[in-house]
């Protein structure tokens, strides 16, 4: 019996101001994650985004430069300027680039919203953000074994 009530000691030791700390530790620590992996994610996505639509824009440019319904010299310069004009035309890269981070930063905090909710819990409330910070602890265990370590998935076959 001695080593219950050493446990349920250290146990309700720990359940306070010890559990506390680490509680926002863990919600301070998974806003930080999450807000960096938004960042990352949207830099990515912007600039995919700027690629794809840029290849998209010189694409329709080059197939209207090189239609034609009438067989004209001056037809032809002028669409010659109008193409080139397009061509060198570089203010469309920050719209494309904002939209893609924008993009890409805001999907990754909607995937991340229950970590977060439960990160603001873990810093602003005492009793239930204890709950909230062993609650994500138990993701960062998850996170570690899954998805860091792999353990559950399925090995590689050599062919």
């Given at each position: 019996?001695s080593k219950i009530?050493?446990i349920?000691?250290?146990?309700?030791?720990?359940?306070?101001?010890?559990?506390?700390?680490?509680s926002?530790a863990l919600?301070?620590?998974?806003?930080?994650?999450?807000?960096?992996?938004s960042h990352v994610?949207?830099?990515?996505k912007?600039?995919?985004?700027?690629?794809?639509?840029?290849g998209d824009?010189y694409?329709k440019?080059?197939?209207?430069f090189?239609s034609?319904?009438?067989?004209s010299?001056?037809v032809?310069?002028?669409?010659?300027?109008?193409?080139?004009?397009?061509?060198?035309?570089?203010?469309y890269h920050?719209?494309?680039?904002?939209k893609?981070?924008?993009?890409?930063?805001?999907?990754t905090?909607?995937?991340?919203l229950?970590?977060?909710?439960l990160?603001a819990i873990a810093?602003k409330?005492?009793?239930?953000?204890?709950v909230?910070?062993?609650?994500?602890g138990?993701?960062?265990v998850?996170?570690?074994?899954?998805?860091?370590?792999?353990l559950g998935?399925?090995?590689?076959k050599?062919?």
């Open positions: 019996m009530t050493a349920t000691n250290a146990l309700k030791n720990f359940s306070g101001k010890p559990l506390a700390i680490t926002k919600g301070i620590a998974s806003v930080a994650a999450v807000i960096y992996d994610n949207g830099k990515i912007a600039d995919s985004t700027d690629f794809n639509a840029t824009r694409f440019q080059y197939k209207q090189m034609t319904d009438k067989n010299a001056s032809n310069k002028l669409k010659r300027v109008w193409y080139d004009i397009q061509q060198n035309f570089s203010y920050p719209f494309y680039k904002t893609g981070y924008l993009s890409g930063f805001g999907k905090l909607l995937n991340e229950p970590i977060i909710g990160s810093l409330c005492k009793k239930i953000g204890k909230a910070g062993v609650l994500l138990i993701n960062a998850k996170v570690l074994l899954f998805d860091v370590l792999g998935k399925e090995k590689n050599k062919i």
